[in-house]
Each structure stands twice: as structure tokens, then as C-alpha cells.
């Protein structure tokens, strides 16, 4: 069993950054894939980015490359995601969630209670 408890989602204007953290318990949660997603009001859930058990090897959904950045502390069980250059279209609800490597929501097993984030203009 694995819990995730995401943190630092907020208002941000346009241009700016955040930094959401996704904390683990459990002892399983340094042998998983750990990925964000996101849900934009009204649409359907989205992949973001993921990373994979070592923290060596990352992908990102297209709208955020180059912006987002993943990343793991394995020593403190916590996943950032650091978003720079934020756009009106980022605003969603953030999850973490924990599984095997990949990028669709069926794929990952251990999920938490999501963060939100509000981009303003």
C-alpha cells in the first residue's frame, strides 16, 4: 500500500511558478513509476509528466515540456513538480499517483487526493 498527499497547488498569474510536492508513505514507493496528471474544470483527466523508480528517466505530456520539470528525492519519499511560465490553460486539479512506468491514468495503482491549481491573468 502506498499514500500519496499532495501539497502546493494556489493562485498563480500567467508567466508564473509553483512547485507541487507529492508525498509518499509506504514502503513499496521507491520501486514505482511516480506520475502527475491533471484535470482540467470539465475535461477529462491528462497526463503531465512521470517519473521512473531511479529518478533518471522522465517524460512529459507535450503541453508542458519544456516548462515542467519532475523530479524525485528518493531519501524523503517526494516527487516535485516544478511549473514555470504557467498559462491560463494549466489551471487544473494536480494528482500524483504511483505505478508502473507509463503515461495512461488505468496504469498507475496508488493515487492521491489532488491540488489545486489556479493560473490568473
Known amino acids: 500500500q502506498v499514500d500519496l498527499v499532495e501539497s502546493g497547488g494556489g493562485v498563480v498569474q500567467a508567466g508564473g511558478s509553483l512547485r507541487l510536492s507529492c508525498v509518499a508513505s509506504?514502503?513499496?514507493?521507491?520501486?514505482?513509476?511516480v506520475a502527475w496528471f491533471r484535470q482540467p474544470p470539465g475535461k477529462e483527466r491528462e497526463f503531465v509528466a512521470v517519473?521512473?523508480?531511479?529518478?533518471?528517466?522522465?517524460l512529459y505530456g507535450d503541453s508542458v515540456k519544456g516548462r515542467f520539470t519532475i523530479s524525485r528525492d528518493k531519501r524523503e519519499k517526494t516527487v516535485y513538480l516544478q511549473m514555470n511560465s504557467l498559462k491560463l490553460d494549466d489551471t487544473a486539479v494536480y494528482f500524483c499517483?504511483?505505478?508502473?512506468?507509463?503515461?495512461?491514468?488505468?496504469?498507475?495503482?496508488?493515487w492521491g487526493q489532488g491540488t489545486q491549481v489556479t493560473v490568473s491573468s
Open positions: 499517483a504511483a505505478g508502473r512506468w507509463g503515461i495512461e491514468s488505468h496504469e498507475f495503482e496508488f
Open positions: 509506504g514502503a513499496m514507493f521507491s520501486a514505482y513509476a
Open positions: 517519473v521512473d523508480w531511479t529518478g533518471d528517466t522522465t
